[in-house]
């Protein structure tokens, strides 16, 4: 079966620093996604790694061990827009199809 | 920027009922998705369309739902008969390039369904 593993919630402190595992297991592998959602809203690209490795863009980071089939996206100087649950998916497939896990929810306090 | 939209935001209707939710993709995208979301629970493949044709489709996707591309721009997710499980948030997605590696897919806002 498939299964796309990360934390339900983390709290962190406004300037920090937060880092939202993300393990698989997928009978397929064409790359990973991350996904920002606000609440009651529609998940926003955030980032998306293929190879392993780092990918930076800005504030935010996402690493891939395709071998060891973990991700993790790292929040720099978080903001309180910021607070917001978090998606990794899988495309496990050539197709645009994602499996997506059940989102970690990143609570900034001030 | 270019934006997946739906409509409606929110439907009510009662169980038994048929139901059709709208979107308008991006324009020159030519992949469309509907997943859908629970309330609480994870987001979830429905089906992926390509070429007027259903590419592929999720055990969710029985045959109380149909997907059509009835003109240029709109792509619709009908459900024929509502079954109170049916209640979530439906998400219509389109992408460029399906096959490609970083095929992003951009979401529209989501229409809420409820089943009563």
């Known amino acids: 079966g498939q299964n796309i593993d990360q934390p339900t919630e983390m709290t962190a402190t406004e300037g920090a620093i937060v880092q939202i595992n993300c393990t698989y297991q997928?009978?397929?592998?064409?790359?990973l996604f991350w996904y920002q959602q606000h609440a009651g809203e529609a998940p926003t690209f955030l980032s998306y790694?293929?190879?392993?490795g780092l990918e930076e863009k800005g504030r935010f980071s996402s690493f891939l061990s395709r071998s060891k089939g973990y991700s993790y996206l790292l929040l720099k100087e978080l903001q309180m827009k910021d607070s917001a649950s978090y998606l990794c998916?899988?495309?496990?497939?050539?197709?645009?199809?994602?499996?997506f896990g059940a989102g970690t929810q990143v609570v900034v306090t001030p | 920027e270019p934006e997946v939209t739906q409509t409606p935001s929110h439907q009510v209707t009662q169980m038994g009922q048929e139901v059709i939710l709208r979107c308008v993709p991006i324009?020159?995208?030519?992949?469309f998705y509907w997943y859908r979301q629970i309330l609480g629970q994870k987001v979830e493949f429905l089906v992926s369309?390509?070429?007027?044709?259903?590419?592929?489709k999720s055990e969710i996707f029985d045959d109380q739902f149909s997907v059509e591309r009835p003109d240029g721009s709109n792509f619709t997710l009908k459900i024929r008969s509502t079954k109170l499980e049916d209640s979530a948030m439906y998400f219509c997605?389109?992408?460029?390039?399906?096959?490609?590696?970083?095929?992003?897919?951009?979401f529209g806002a989501g229409s809420r369904l409820t089943v009563l």
């Open positions: 997605a389109s992408s460029s390039d399906g096959r490609a590696g970083a095929n992003v897919l951009t």
């Open positions: 369309f390509y070429n007027n044709e259903i590419s592929e």
């Open positions: 997928t009978s397929g592998f064409n790359g």
């Open positions: 324009s020159n995208h030519l992949y």
């Open positions: 998916a899988v495309k496990t497939d050539s197709w645009g199809k994602l499996q």
């Open positions: 790694n293929v190879l392993d």
